[in-house]
């Protein structure tokens, strides 16, 4: 119970903190209140059904899973270990069933991680690595048992066959590498809008 409120509290303290709302420290208090917010939610729906899951308790799980579906459009599979701060800005459409998802990673709208063939068994081999850090764009679909690494950004409707370099922006049908940055701003998974010369 000790980590579901943590990972609650590290959700909810990136959702301050891209609110611009860094003087706020998380607390019962305030999760309670945020507990409806429609970005919010969601999480805490995904992280009781993980618990749940992790618990070995029956039914709950997929229960809370068909929950965030129906509500949010969003379906992640209590399976997924999923690392702290993880922000759904958007969650509709977005399906996550990563063998491994770090910490402060971004899912926008219509993102898809997963497995390349249908895998109901859940093969963590078959299945993407997400690093820290990661910025996954409206619409990029990341497939097969490769690796996403810290600070990458996929860029939106990208289809991601192929591991990504740490750092590294890739956009494209397959996508490839367009950027790569190595600067002060690559820990927070962010890149300047041009290349410097």
Known sequence: MSQLKQLLYSDLARQYEM?????????LLRLLLRLPHYRFLPNVLFRL???????????VPNLLTYLNIVLFGLEITPKCDIGP???FPHPTGTVVGASRVGR???????????A???????DPALRPIIGNDVILSAGCKVLGGIEVGDGATVGANSLVLKSVA?????LGVPAKV??????PDAKQGRYPTEPSR
């Open 19 to 27: 609110e611009g709302k860094t003087d706020l420290q998380p607390n």
């Open 49 to 59: 059904s993980r618990a749940a899951f992790l618990s070995g308790v029956p039914v």
């Open 85 to 87: 701060g993880a922000l």
């Open 104 to 114: 402060n990673v971004t899912f926008t709208q219509g993102v898809m991680v997963g």
């Open 116 to 122: 390349v063939t249908a895998d109901n068994k859940f």
């Open 166 to 170: 740490p750092h590294s922006v890739v």
């Open 178 to 183: 367009i950027f790569h940055h190595d600067g």
